[in-house]
């Protein structure tokens, strides 16, 4: 069933028709998702981290992130993959068990240290995600997250440095979070030529348009979880007003 799931979620990586992720953070938001029609569910981890209490970064103890993600796994019936930062510290092998255990056949792994914000030497990443590669083997799709555009002076000639590196790790996809321009999103991906994942958030080209640059992949990461949250707050803000929150 593992394998099967994973290759379910691998073959909708297709460049020009993106498997679309409107990232998730708890069971009734997964089963939205799904009833919405998506044939993945995704979880991001600082939407999941700020609804368990803890800030982002790998503040969430590991135990409690797995236990959100297999709690996410069991309400669904479609893949799910989950992002886990850079893995909570755990070593390969037990990152790829926890995962399976969970009921997750995909997973986000990036390439910064979560607790100083300072990027990994690219082959000691590819040397990371080779390892769990391995651990994992097929049963796990594995998206890697390429943090230089959100470090500050990244070059596109750097992010396809490393791409190429973890896909030749063994990574399916490739994430360079923080990439919006137009042009550069179509350079990179012809650059790559491999499965691309981009972030959406205002000022990326639209859904339509990332399809025809060739992108393979889309996520919302935190922003529907952020969206939710204010409408919340606008509502309690009319109740301490006095006013009805649903006019």
């Not at 028709?17 to 953070?25: D, K, S």
């Not at 750097?158 to 063994?170: E, K, M, N, P, T």
């Amino acid at each position: 069933m593992t394998t099967d799931s994973a290759a379910r979620l691998r073959a909708l990586h297709v460049p020009g028709t993106p498997v679309i992720l409107p990232n998730v953070w708890d069971a009734t938001s997964a089963r939205a998702v799904v009833a919405a029609g998506f044939p993945v569910v995704a979880t991001g981890s600082a939407a999941v981290a700020r609804v368990l209490g803890h800030d982002d970064g790998e503040a969430t103890p590991v135990a409690e992130m797995m236990a959100a993600i297999s709690r996410i796994a069991r309400s669904v019936d479609v893949p799910v993959t989950a992002d886990v930062e850079r893995g909570y510290g755990l070593d390969p092998a037990e990152l790829a068990g926890r995962l399976r255990e969970a009921g997750a056949v995909g997973c986000n792994l990036e390439d910064s240290d979560p607790r100083t914000g300072e990027l990994v030497a690219p082959g000691e990443q590819a040397g990371f995600l080779a390892a769990v590669r391995e651990a994992a083997g097929p049963d796990l799709v594995i998206n890697a997250r390429i943090d230089t555009y959100i470090q500050g002076g990244g070059t596109r000639e750097a992010a396809v440095d490393r791409a190429r590196r973890y896909l030749d790790a063994g990574a399916d996809c490739v994430y360079p979070i923080g990439l919006g321009d137009e042009k550069e999103i179509e350079r990179l991906v012809a650059e790559v030529a491999a499965p691309v994942n981009i972030l959406f958030r205002p000022g990326v080209p639209s859904l339509a348009r990332l399809a025809e640059l060739g992108v393979a992949r889309v996520s919302f990461g935190h922003g529907l979880h952020q969206a939710a949250y204010e409408h919340a707050r606008t509502l309690i803000q009319a109740i301490a007003e006095g006013r009805d929150p649903y006019r």
